[in-house]
């Protein structure tokens, strides 16, 4: 049996509709035990902050937390050595809401005032990803029958049935980060302390990805 193998490539751009933070707490402490007890305070304390906000203690969601034993270089003796300086936890964790300036000008101003500090990053997504995906490889697919017809009318010949589809089955990053701030002071000067709001005005561009898929024909 004579088969021709064809990959197609699928492209969109889809407009963002959910704004995306992501936040990182971290702190040093001597006990383990204490470390574990601090990140839960800081890790409260930040959802209490969000809660007037309009969000449920819930929508803080953990991306991953990490306990490691942390160590710094100090002499002794004219002897440089490692000692121990403590138990460092880090704390990644989003939160999710639909796209509106005004929300997001609030969320940043809290996050700035906030006692526990947290590093954070904007990022703009899509509330149904699969839908998008399911389009992405529509496309795909399109493409490698086209190219396929191309390919085989040259040659005198044609598709018959589809052998085999081959798909990475990768993540697709429906992501976008059009802004970054390294910490929360960079955001509300201090002039706007008193603020309860950030002038926030980001128009993101539509989010582009690519993917591929491989498509196997019988000709004849």
Request: with cysteine; charged share 35%; aromatic share 8%.
């Amino acid at each position: 049996m004579r088969t021709i193998r064809v990959t197609g490539k699928g492209q969109i751009k889809v407009k963002h509709d959910m704004t995306r933070i992501t936040l990182t707490l971290t702190g040093l402490h001597k006990e383990y035990d204490e470390t574990l007890r601090r990140s839960a305070e800081d890790t409260e304390a930040l959802r209490a902050a969000l809660v007037p906000l309009g969000f449920e203690p819930s929508d803080l969601k953990t991306l991953r937390f990490d306990v490691d034993a942390e160590y710094e270089s100090c002499r002794e003796e004219n002897e440089y050595k490692q000692r121990f300086a403590g138990y460092r936890f880090r704390h990644r964790m989003k939160v999710e809401f639909d796209s509106d300036n005004r929300r997001l000008g609030r969320v940043l101003c809290v996050l700035a005032n906030s006692p526990v500090r947290p590093e954070f990053r904007i990022s703009y997504t899509v509330r149904d990803p699969e839908s998008a995906k399911n389009t992405l490889l529509g496309k795909a697919v399109a493409d490698a029958a086209e190219k396929a017809a191309v390919l085989t009318r040259a040659a005198g010949t044609a598709c018959k049935e589809i052998q085999s589809v081959d798909y990475s089955w990768g993540e697709i990053r429906f992501e976008s980060e059009p802004v970054r701030f390294d910490a929360a002071e960079k955001v509300c000067m201090s002039d706007m302390a008193a603020a309860d709001s950030f002038d926030v005005d980001i128009e993101p561009d539509d989010i582009e990805v690519t993917d591929t898929v491989t498509v196997v024909w019988e000709i004849g």
